[in-house]
């Protein structure tokens, strides 16, 4: 199984409202990361977590939480968004980061926010 | 900043012939290039990688090849198809930021029937 799913496919939310963005992977990756990817644009990291802990933080708002539970799930809580936050939301995962190098990260298909 | 970047924004390939992208990039330490695409409505997918150490590598149908010597790197697909017809981006990682990757600004492939 070499999946990353995602859910919700599509969200549209007040910028009032709060929601959250869900992945999954059970490749037993221990990395997993998010993205954001503005349309003609190409993916841009935000968070990365390597064995359950915040190891990269790209000075991504407080208005975007991200939260890992467990080795397989990964969550983005969003809160007080602005339109311009509009874009698809990307997670991706892969083994061990360390210092061996990087790997093959594996995507989702995204979470297409609209902010309204 | 140093960054990855492509020369090509959009490549019109007739269907059966070679396609060819590249992309440059300016940083000299990075250690490891990957080839992703992404189709319409996806997430990126994997193509195939290359490390620092290798000049070329081989999958089906696809080759990259690095040249080092002027941080170039090139994906070649052999008898492209229509379901080749997608957004080309290349990546970079650099062990020293982090093993971050960085996204080159991507490549429309269309394959003309």
């Known amino acids: 199984d070499t999946e990353v799913t995602q859910t919700p496919k599509h969200l549209v939310m007040g910028m009032t409202n709060k929601k959250s963005l869900k992945c999954e992977q059970h490749?037993?990756?221990?990395?997993m990361y998010w993205y954001k990817q503005k349309a003609k644009k190409p993916p841009e990291l935000m968070f990365v977590?390597?064995?359950?802990?915040?190891?990269i933080n790209e000075s991504v708002p407080s208005r975007f939480s991200p939260e890992c539970p467990n080795s397989s799930l990964l969550n983005l809580h969003l809160h007080a968004l602005q339109p311009e936050d509009s874009a698809l939301y990307l997670c991706?995962?892969?083994?061990?980061?360390?210092?061996?190098?990087?790997?093959?990260?594996?995507f989702g298909p995204g979470t297409r926010l609209t902010v309204t | 900043g140093e960054s990855v970047g492509l020369h090509l924004p959009t490549l019109s390939v007739q269907e059966g012939d070679n396609s060819i992208i590249n992309c440059a990039y300016s940083?000299?330490?990075?250690?490891?290039f990957i080839w992703y695409k992404q189709e319409s409505g996806k997430g990126p997918q994997f193509i195939i990688d290359?490390?620092?150490?290798?000049d070329k590598r081989q999958g089906q149908r696809v080759t990259v090849l690095l040249n080092k010597t002027v941080k170039h790197l090139s994906l070649q697909i052999a008898a492209t198809q229509p379901g080749d017809s997608a957004v080309y981006f290349c990546?970079?990682?650099?062990?020293?930021?982090?093993?971050?990757?960085?996204f080159g600004g991507g490549t429309r492939v269309l394959v003309k029937p």
């Open positions: 990546a970079e990682n650099l062990k020293a930021a982090g093993n971050k990757l960085t």
């Open positions: 940083n000299s330490a990075s250690d490891y």
């Open positions: 977590y390597s064995y359950e802990k915040l190891s």
């Open positions: 290359i490390r620092s150490n290798m």
């Open positions: 490749m037993g990756h221990r990395a």
């Open positions: 991706a995962s892969s083994q061990d980061r360390g210092n061996r190098g990087q790997w093959e990260q594996y």
